[in-house]
């Protein structure tokens, strides 16, 4: 870059007013006759010279820092300018010096900032900052999986309706304190979200370097942080567990009421009537073991409940289960004139399992077989290998039936506690409506999968999937330790 006119002008103007008093003082010694005119003439151009050299080196070197300064706000990496003056070097240096510790420092900012923003983008739940204009100004990836992608630089309102919500952000922004509100997003899939809104000081961000704002701007301005978490689990299982001690104390209070009412009757009115108190005593029979099996479920789904997620270690020989249980309910089988056939190959592979619960498991299956069969049928238990696409390697054990079968509609509810296709049948049958919850909780401690396939008139097969793969690890594991 060539130097201006006006710049020109300005360092002539500087030279002259550094060689100006020298001059003058020259100028008036020859006045005064004291310096021949020669001489002080000589001098005064010595000075201007010299005073033109000062100004061509350091004008000069203030050129090269500027441009220098000038590339350093397009582009941090430049080597800094050659410079003719020892003082314009120091101060090139000086500049260098200050912006390479700019530039650590930025990269560490940068680095922090993204790191930051890798760690809010992890956070399961929707984060979001909302401006004082409450406009969307920053969410992380959460929030954009929730509310969409085209959220920011618009309204709270477009991706969050409720009402409780957005006033409650515009106290936040208004000065208000923090607030917790909680709402159900009812599309596309119900949820419930907890939102915790929270005032915040938020800096305006420098979008233009070499424009700064005006200190005005510069100021803080009222924000809102609004954090959402989705506590749809947790309100579910709060329904659950309602629900559950709603559905037992029902069923707890109907066998007690029945029992009361009979207590009352065989004190008074059938006080003397010996065939009344016969008759009573065994309804009061059948109630109090309805209770108890009540109770044993309950305690029996608890139990299974607790140790759920332990995987169980014991080498389980189901035929040999099967065998146990259908000796146990053959009496049953027989009342109704059903008979219980276990079809099976007798080189089948042990399980990994826990007995008692694969006993229950076979007990409640056959049990319901037998009660919802049709009397002077079969019910079949068949025990085979089988290949399964989620556990590998596994025993397929089913219980099939030749009852009246079960409506689709039903099927994917009948694991629910206290379920039930027809309630009163099944209180007839003395059923508690939690057998098969039972049997889906121990299902699922085996890490395997129960089924139901169903004819309606012509009964129904229930399929319990084991997997055995674990028992090759725990039987090499056993060899090692015994090698
Ligand atoms: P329950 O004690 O009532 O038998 P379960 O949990 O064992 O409770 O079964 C839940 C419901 O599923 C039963 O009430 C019944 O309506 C239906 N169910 C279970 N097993 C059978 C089956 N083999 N055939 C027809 N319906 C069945």
New binding site residues.
């Given amino acids: 870059m060539r130097p201006s006119t006006a710049m020109i002008g300005r360092f002539s103007a500087i030279a002259i007013l550094i060689a100006a008093p020298g001059a003058a003082t020259l100028l008036v010694l020859a006045g005064m006759g004291l310096l021949a005119t020669g001489p002080a003439l000589a001098g005064v151009l010595g000075l201007a010279a010299a005073a033109a050299l000062i100004v061509v080196f350091y004008g000069r070197d203030v050129v090269r820092i500027t441009r220098y300064l000038r590339r350093l706000d397009r582009d941090a990496d430049q080597p800094p300018p050659r410079l003719a003056t020892e003082l314009g070097h120091r101060f090139a240096g000086s500049i260098a010096v200050l912006q390479r510790r700019w530039r650590r420092r930025e990269r560490s900012l940068t680095a922090r900032l993204h790191s930051e923003a890798a760690i809010i983008d992890a956070i399961d739940g929707p984060i979001l900052l909302v401006d004082d204009g409450r406009t969307v100004t920053r969410a992380n990836d959460a929030a954009r999986r929730t509310f969409g992608d085209q959220m920011v630089g618009r309204d709270l309102a477009g991706a969050l309706r409720h009402p409780d919500v957005l006033a409650a952000v515009d106290r936040a922004l208004a000065g208000g304190g923090g607030e917790t509100i909680a709402f159900t997003r009812p599309v596309p899939v119900e949820r419930v979200f907890e939102a915790a809104i929270k005032p915040f000081a938020d800096l305006p961000a420098d979008t233009d370097a070499a424009a700064p704002a005006p200190p005005a701007d510069r100021t803080a301005r009222p924000a809102a942080l609004v954090t959402l978490h989705d506590i749809t689990a947790i309100k579910r299982s709060e329904q659950m567990r309602a629900d559950f001690v709603a559905n037992a104390s029902h069923e707890l209070r109907t066998p007690l009421s029945t029992l009361a009412g009979f207590i009352e009757t065989l004190r008074g009115p059938a006080r003397d009537d010996e065939e009344a108190q016969d008759r009573f005593l065994d309804i009061m029979h059948q109630q109090t073991g309805r209770m108890s099996r009540l109770v044993s479920d309950l305690l029996a789904l608890s139990d299974i409940e607790l140790d759920e997620h332990t995987p169980p270690t014991e080498l389980v020989d189901l035929p040999r289960v099967a065998d146990a249980v259908i000796g146990t309910l053959e009496i049953k089988a027989r009342d109704r004139r059903m008979t219980i056939r276990l079809d099976g190959p007798g080189d089948l592979p042990p399980v990994i399992g826990d007995s008692d619960q694969l006993t229950q498991v076979f007990q409640?299956l056959i049990d319901?077989?037998i009660?919802?069969?049709k009397p002077e049928t079969e019910v079949t238990v068949s025990l085979a290998p089988t290949q399964d696409p989620g556990a590998g390697r596994a025993v397929a054990v089913s219980v099939r039936?030749r009852?009246?079968?079960?409506a689709k509609r039903h099927l994917p509810r009948?694991t629910e506690r206290f379920?039930?296709?027809?309630p009163a049948r099944?209180r007839a049958?003395g059923?508690?409506?939690?057998?098969?919850?039972i049997v889906k909780h121990i299902v699922s401690r085996h890490r395997g999968r129960l089924t139901v396939d169903s004819t309606i008139g012509e009964g129904?097969t229930?399929t319990v999937i084991l997997p055995v793969r674990a028992v090759t690890a725990v039987a090499a594991g056993g060899a090692a330790r015994r090698g």
């Fill in positions: 409640n319901n077989a009660n919802y069969g039936d009852g009246d079968g079960i009948l379920y039930r296709v027809d099944s049958l059923g508690t409506g939690l057998g098969l919850a129904s229930f």
